[in-house]
């Protein structure tokens, strides 16, 4: 079965930092794509961050410069490290895997959802 | 990045009532589209993908078509649990796989 879990967030102050992890289970995170998607309260999804099986990462433009995707494949277990914290970045932060095919991509499994809230 | 519009950004129907979402793309992306049911305080759900293929488990009163930049998501005979927001999604041009804005979907 497979199992998604995220962990790591809370209440910063702005300029703060924080690190987000993602453990999963039933398949192995370096061998697939996997991403970062955000909701802020009472809004959409945003893709923020992904990681592709060879280790090339990508950022959206909102984050890039403060945010760093990374993961251990020893732990199967994905990350993202965040920076230099804004409000803006109040948001419930997705873990999430993508299949592929000759379809295109989609999201397949996602982790409950972690929050975090950038307050002073 | 391609932008994903979707419209209504609400709507409210009647159980029984065929509702229709729209999706248009900025540029042209095949039949590169998924569609998310996403239930409120619940995790985004994968409905259908490569534009009109029904995921599996998913209840056939949900339907996608289209190509190129305009799609429809349709639930015909609209249920009390398909109260839920839903996401177009492309997944045309990586890495950035863009969402629509979402259509929250009401039950008069």
């Known amino acids: 079965e497979v199992q998604v879990v995220e962990s790591g967030g809370g209440l910063v102050q702005p300029g703060g930092s924080l690190r987000l992890s993602c453990a999963a289970s039933g398949f192995t995170v370096g061998s697939n794509y996997m991403y970062w998607v955000r909701q802020a309260p009472g809004k959409g999804l945003e893709w923020i961050s992904v990681?592709?099986?060879?280790?090339?990462?990508y950022y959206a433009d909102s984050v890039k410069g403060r945010f760093t995707i990374s993961r251990k494949n020893s732990n199967n277990t994905l990350f993202l490290q965040m920076n230099s914290l804004r409000p803006e970045d109040t948001a419930l932060y997705y873990c999430?895997?993508?299949?592929?095919?000759?379809?295109?991509?989609?999201?397949?499994?996602w982790g409950q959802g972690i929050p975090v809230t950038v307050s002073s | 990045d391609i932008q994903m519009t979707q419209s209504p950004s609400s709507l409210s129907a009647s159980v029984g009532d065929r509702v229709t979402i729209s999706c248009r793309a900025s540029q042209s992306i095949a039949t590169h589209l998924n569609w998310y049911q996403q239930k409120p305080g619940k995790v985004p759900t994968l409905l259908i993908y490569s534009a009109s293929t029904l995921q599996s488990g998913v209840p056939s009163r949900f339907g996608g078509s289209g190509s190129g930049t305009d799609f429809t998501l349709t639930i015909s005979n609209l249920q009390p649990e398909d109260l839920a927001t839903y996401y177009c999604q492309q997944s045309y041009r990586t890495p950035a796989l863009t969402f629509g804005g979402g259509t929250k979907v009401e039950i008069k």
């Open positions: 999430a895997k993508v299949r592929s095919g000759v379809w295109g991509y989609y999201f397949d499994y």
């Open positions: 990681i592709y099986t060879g280790g090339t990462t």
